[in-house]
């Protein structure tokens, strides 16, 4: 997911690093903003 730090919501890798590594909700909260913007939560919440 690194190399898609930005689409995670993240302007530079070095702080998609860090904020994996500040609390144990930084990487699901990155995972959320990546599906978000990739506009896959539509799929999810029909199910598909």
């Not at 702080?15 to 959320?32: C, H, K, N, R, V």
Request: aromatic content about 10%; cysteine-free; hydrophobic content about 50%.
């Amino acid at each position: 997911m690194g190399a898609n730090h930005t689409t995670a919501g993240f302007t530079a890798l070095e702080d998609f690093i860090t904020a994996m590594f500040d609390s144990e909700g930084a990487p699901l909260d990155a995972f959320i903003a990546f599906i978000q913007h990739a506009k896959l939560d539509v799929a999810l919440r029909a199910q598909d």
